[in-house]
C-alpha cells in the first residue's frame, strides 16, 4: 500500500526517524521494526537515527539518507511522544534549524543539566552537537503526541491484560 508520489518527486524526499536511544536492544529492535513497516507504506528512502547512546548519530544517518540520491528535501519525524528537551533544543540543533533563541537556551540547558555521580540516574548525556552536513531543505515534525491511535494501543494492552 505505498504512496502514488510521482517518481521524481520521491527520488527528492528522504524521511529521518529520529529515536533517542537506549542501552537496551529492544529499543533498538522496535525502531528498526516501525521503520520497516513504514518503508511497506512509502515510496520515500527512510533512515533511522537516534539521538544518543546509539548510533547511527543524526548527522551519519542523513548522510547516509542523502548519499549518492537527488534527495533535496529530508523530513525528520522524532519517534518521541511529546516534546522535551531533545525534540525541542538539541534535534533542531543538530539539524541545523535552531533559532538564535533556542541555541542560547540550549547552551543555558546543559549548564544547569549536570549529573553528579550520587545522581546518576543511568541515562548520562554525551551530547556531541555535531551539526548536519546537508544543503538541502529540512521539514521537522511534531512527535507522535496525543494521537487516537496511540489511544487504540493503550485500549488494546488494557483489554489484553485483561483477557491474560
Known sequence: MKSNKGSSMKEKIGVLLISHGSRLPESTKTINELANMYREYTDFKVEIAYMELRKP???????????????DTVIAVPVFLSHGMHTTRDIPKILGIASDDTNEDLHNHHDNHKHSDEHNHGHNHHHDFKKVNFDGKIIYTEPLGADPLLVEII??????ALND
Open 57 to 71: 548519530s543524526i548527522p551519519t544517518a542523513l548522510d547516509n539518507l542523502v548519499k549518492n540520491t537527488e534527495i
Open 155 to 160: 485500549k488494546n494492552r488494557v483489554d489484553n
